[in-house]
């Protein structure tokens, strides 16, 4: 079936291309949503008419995707989630996970926006691509944990924390706060003696 495509779609075509396609991708995909019409001659006559609307349009869209492409680039969504002791998650994380995580960021992100090749099953640190328009990607990094704690000692070390990882870094702080408490008692010491 040939179509005229009415924006770029990605490994397909831009904008104005007649391309061929499987029935079933115009008529459940391509149509619906409004990305192409039937290549007819009468179609043709009224994209021709259209084209600089059209254009108008997708150029206006592209500068709101850069605006918010700016703002999102490099942002970090940390999700919580049950994992066992070897760190595979005893469910999945999928693209509606990270579009309700950059919600509640403040970005406005559909999941079918978020290009996410598989459901991720396990802790780690994951960059995942979101499409805010055919012509404009960003990335963004999603940081797997059991808690937040855990998030952000991935997030120091660059991957995955076990959970004996996180045990020793809550003894290390311990330690730390131990230290601390001696010398504050130390220095109290001192000032009263003097």
Do not use: C
Request: proline share 3%; aromatic share 4%.
């Amino acid at each position: 079936m040939d179509v005229i495509l009415l924006q770029r779609v990605p490994k397909l075509g831009q904008m104005g291309q007649v391309v061929k396609v499987r029935p079933g991708y115009a008529r459940n995909y391509l149509l619906p949503q409004q990305k192409a019409m039937r290549a007819t001659k009468a179609n043709l006559a009224e994209f021709e008419t259209r084209r600089a609307s059209l254009e108008a349009m997708n150029l206006e869209q592209r500068k709101e995707a850069e605006f918010v492409a700016e703002k999102l680039d490099g942002q970090v969504v940390v999700i919580i989630r049950q994992a066992g002791e070897t760190g595979v998650l005893y469910g999945s994380v999928s693209a509606r996970d990270i579009a309700d995580g950059l919600g509640t960021a403040g970005f406005e992100v559909a999941r079918r926006q978020v290009e996410i090749p598989q459901p991720i099953k396990s802790l780690g640190l994951f960059s995942i691509a979101i499409r805010l328009h055919p012509e404009v990607e960003v990335t963004v990094t999603v940081n797997v944990a059991r808690s937040e704690e855990e998030a952000a000692l991935q997030a120091t070390r660059g991957g995955m924390v076990t959970a004996a990882d996180v045990t020793a870094e809550e003894e290390r702080r311990a330690a730390e706060e131990a230290a601390a408490a001696v010398d504050q008692d130390a220095e109290a010491e001192e000032s009263g003696e003097a």
